[in-house]
């Protein structure tokens, strides 16, 4: 396999691992706010996401993908409010572990690395494109 169609196959399988990110990240955080259904349950456990690597055997190279994501054992937040159906005796509401700005700054990161992903193929793209015209110019 060329070095360039290899790029754009390592290119590919990181859009496709940053893509995953993101989606675990929004599932994070339209998760944040909510609770258990009553005293006793619990409330959405944030998930990270996890990047492993596999040997693409046809074409010998080692590409990106995303696992499954492993649960977030950090400690629930807890509000005192009393008066919500998940109350435990004291009054207090389990609150999923899903701090918003970590996420933000996770989507931030899962967002540049998808870009300069794309930026590898746009370049891989236009050497290709300027390697034709030199070809066709003899």
Same mark, same amino acid.
Request: aromatic fraction near 8%.
């Given at each position: 396999m060329t070095d360039m169609s290899s790029a754009l196959k390592i290119a590919a399988a990181g859009m496709r691992a940053q893509s995953s990110r993101m989606r675990v990240i929004a599932e994070n955080v339209a998760n944040a706010g909510s609770t258990a !259904?009553? #005293? /006793?349950? *619990? #409330?959405? $456990? $944030?998930?990270? #996401?996890? =990047? @492993?690597?596999?040997?693409? +055997? %046809? !074409?010998?190279? $080692?590409?990106?993908?995303? &696992? *499954? #994501?492993? @649960? /977030? !054992? &950090?400690? =629930? +937040? &807890?509000?005192?409010d009393p008066g919500h159906p998940a109350a435990d005796a004291k009054g207090f509401v389990k609150y999923p572990n899903v701090n918003s700005m970590v996420e933000l700054? /996770?989507? $931030?990161? %899962? *967002? +540049?690395s998808f870009e300069a992903n794309i930026s590898v193929i746009e370049n891989s793209r236009a050497m290709l494109s300027r390697t034709l015209e030199l070809l066709r110019s003899r």
């Open positions: !259904t009553g #005293p /006793d349950g *619990q #409330p959405y $456990r $944030r998930k990270i #996401p996890v =990047f @492993a690597e596999e040997l693409d +055997r %046809a !074409t010998g190279v $080692r590409l990106v993908h995303m &696992s *499954q #994501p492993i @649960a /977030d !054992t &950090s400690k =629930f +937040r &807890s509000v005192y700054m /996770d989507m $931030r990161e %899962a *967002q +540049r």
